[in-house]
C-alpha cells in the first residue's frame, strides 16, 4: 500500500470528534475530524472501538532499531517519526476492531492487551503510554512511513507472538490498567468478588444481581489514573454477571424454578374447557379400561 492510500484510509477511520492539540502540556481539545487533522496530536482510536494497536517508541533512531536490530517480529503498518530525533508511535492496524460497549465480549479485549503488552516488550516501547494520543501521520510535523500493507487479525499477531488464552488471561495489576489493561484489571478483579458475592443473591433476582456487580464495577473504575466509560464498564459487568449467575447452581436452580412456575401458571390459564358431549369430556377410553392413547390409535385404524 502506498503512503498516501494508508493515510486516507487512518483518516476515514478517525473518529467524527477526536482529542487533538499542538502542545500535549496544554491539554487537549475536541473538534471535528476535518479540523482535528491540521493538529500535531490527535486521537486515532474511536471511544467504542479500537483500529489500532499503537506503541510510542520513546528512544532515538527507532526506524533503524526495528529495520536493522529487531529481526522475527511483527512489523507496524504505520510508523510516524520526529524528525528531529526519530523518536516515533507505530501503529498496527486491525483487520477487525477490538469494540469496548455495553454489548462487547471480554475475551477479545483481554487477547488484544495481551498482545499489547507482548509488543511493548518486543519493541521496548513506553509502558506508560495509554494510546489515547498519538502523532498525526497527516502533519507536516511528523515523517510517515508504511511497514507493512496488511491490517493484521488478532489471532494472527498471538501466533505470531506465541500467545495462548491461559497467558494472555492472567490477572494484572492496578497500576497495570492503562489502555486495554484497564478492561483487563476491572474484568478480573471484579470477577473473583463475584464468584463468592453471587451467593448472597440466592433467593434474588438477577437483575438484583447484576445491579451489584455493575456497582462493584464502578468502584474499581474510580481507582484507575484515567476511568472508563460506562458502557464499558457495564459490559464487563454483564459478562461476570451472567457467567456468575449460571455457574451458581443454587442461584440458577431458583431462577429455572421460577421459570417452570410462570410457565406452568401460563399454561392452566390458557387450557380450554373441554366442550359438553366430546369426547373429550365423557373420555370414553376409561369406560374400555384403555389409556387415552391407545384409544385414539384403534380410532386411527379403523376410520383408515
Not at 530525533?85 to 455495553?102: A, D, E, M, Q, V
Not at 461476570?240 to 410457565?263: L, M, N
Amino acid at each position: 500500500m502506498q503512503l498516501s492510500l494508508a493515510l486516507d484510509s487512518f483518516q476515514e477511520t478517525l473518529p467524527k470528534k477526536p482529542y487533538c492539540t499542538n502542545d500535549l502540556s496544554q491539554g487537549l481539545l475536541i473538534r471535528p475530524k476535518e479540523t482535528a487533522v491540521k493538529f500535531k496530536y490527535l486521537q486515532p482510536n474511536h471511544p467504542f472501538y479500537q483500529n489500532y494497536l499503537i506503541l510510542d517508541l520513546d528512544y532515538e533512531s527507532s526506524l533503524i532499531e526495528i529495520l536493522y536490530s529487531m529481526t522475527g517480529i511483527p512489523m507496524p503498518n504505520l510508523l510516524i517519526e520526529n524528525k528531529d530525533n526519530g523518536r516515533s508511535h507505530i501503529f498496527f492496524t486491525l483487520k477487525t476492531p477490538i469494540y469496548k460497549t455495553n454489548a462487547s465480549k471480554i475475551k477479545p479485549i483481554i487477547y488484544a492487551n495481551a498482545v499489547l503488552k507482548r509488543l511493548q516488550s518486543l519493541f521496548n516501547a513506553d509502558l506508560g503510554y495509554s494510546g489515547l494520543i498519538a502523532k498525526n501521520p497527516i502533519h507536516e510535523q511528523w515523517r510517515a512511513y508504511t511497514l507493512r500493507d496488511k491490517p493484521y487479525s488478532l489471532n494472527e499477531l498471538a501466533s505470531k507472538l506465541e500467545i495462548d488464552w491461559k497467558e494472555a488471561n492472567k490477572p494484572i495489576k492496578q497500576d497495570e490498567a492503562i489502555g486495554l489493561g484497564r478492561n483487563c484489571y476491572v474484568f478480573h478483579t471484579a470477577r473473583f468478588w463475584a464468584y463468592r458475592a453471587v451467593r448472597e443473591y440466592r433467593g434474588k433476582t438477577y437483575n438484583q444481581w447484576l445491579q451489584t456487580v455493575i456497582d462493584h464495577c464502578l468502584k474499581l473504575n474510580e481507582g484507575i489514573t484515567e476511568p472508563m466509560q460506562y458502557g464499558e464498564i457495564k459490559g464487563i459487568a454483564k459478562s461476570i454477571a451472567r457467567y456468575c449467575w449460571k455457574r451458581d447452581g443454587y442461584a440458577y436452580q431458583e431462577f429455572i424454578d421460577r421459570q417452570r412456575r410462570k410457565g406452568s401458571i401460563g399454561g392452566k390459564k390458557s387450557k380450554r374447557l373441554p366442550v359438553d358431549g366430546s369426547e373429550a369430556s365423557t373420555k370414553p377410553w376409561e369406560a374400555l379400561g384403555i389409556s387415552r392413547a391407545t384409544y385414539y390409535r384403534h380410532r386411527k385404524h379403523e376410520t383408515g
